[in-house]
T-cell receptor
Framework: NAGVTQTPKFQVLKTGQSMTLQCAQD?????MSWYRQDPGMGLRLIHY???????DQGEVPNGYNVSRSTTEDFPLRLLSAAPSQTSVYFC????????????FGDGTRLSIL | AQKVTQAQTEISVVEKEDVTLDCVYE???????LFWYKQPPSGELVFLIR??????QNEISGRYSWNFQKSTSSFNFTITASQVVDSAVYFC???????????FGAGTILRVKS
């Protein structure tokens, strides 16, 4: 039972490059989301999805795109990476109701030079 | 808007001391959920507890206990007889009834020295 799988675990990009962070879950969860973690700021919601074909913006969506073509996958795209996007990115999934704890992936550490 | 405040940026204790991590939240929802997550040095997020807004019972799980008080909008976390393995960043988080959008506090770094 893999849970939430994020790839890659580490990545270094140059400013202006594009990249897709992958997230897959095998628990048939409707809800998936992306957070970024920055020192002293906790985790902040970037984008989320309540099911295939449905996505919405979180607190810090600028510079990121998402799509949800299947229940299992929720990739996060950086179209033109900027140094301000240097962060640790976490993908999470759960059932839709707020009472369920979210399952987090192990994170992707991204550095933009 | 929802907000979670963890005023303690960093706490250092000596092994076997008790330590309390504070969490204060703001929300206009009548139904909401509070969570604590642990992030050890390895970086993953580990779910510790969930509490809904209608259940103010304190909870104890081994050396961990949680005190939820709606009157003060607080959900504090106490570790009894701390151990070096408790060293981690601890996050308090809040979600509303409709959806899973978690709002996190800034986290508290706990250092337990032997």
């Amino acid at each position: 039972n893999a849970g939430v799988t994020q790839t890659p675990k580490f990545q270094v990009l140059k400013t202006g490059q594009s990249m897709t962070l992958q997230c897959a879950q095998d628990m048939n969860h409707e809800y998936m989301s992306w957070y970024r973690q920055d020192p002293g700021m906790g985790l902040r919601l970037i984008h989320y999805s309540v099911g295939a074909g449905i996505t919405d913006q979180g607190e810090v969506p600028n510079g990121y795109n998402v799509s949800r073509s299947t229940t299992e996958d929720f990739p996060l795209r950086l179209l033109s990476a900027a140094p301000s996007q240097t962060s640790v990115y976490f993908c999470a999934s759960s059932y839709v109701t707020g009472r369920q704890p979210q399952h987090f992936g192990d994170g992707t550490r991204l550095s933009i030079l | 808007a929802q907000k979670v405040t963890q005023a303690q940026t960093e706490i250092s204790v000596v092994e076997k001391e008790d330590v309390t991590l504070d969490c204060v939240y703001e929300t206009r929802d009548t139904t909401y959920y509070l969570f604590w997550y642990k992030q050890p040095p390895s970086g993953e997020l580990v779910f510790l507890i969930r509490r809904n807004s209608f259940d103010e019972q304190n909870e104890i799980s081994g050396r961990y206990s949680w005190n939820f008080q709606k009157s003060t909008s607080s959900f504090n976390f106490t570790i009894t007889a701390s151990q070096v393995v408790d060293s981690a960043v601890y996050f308090c988080a809040l979600s509303g009834e409709y959806g899973n959008k978690l709002v996190f506090g800034a986290g508290t770094i706990l250092r337990v020295k032997s």
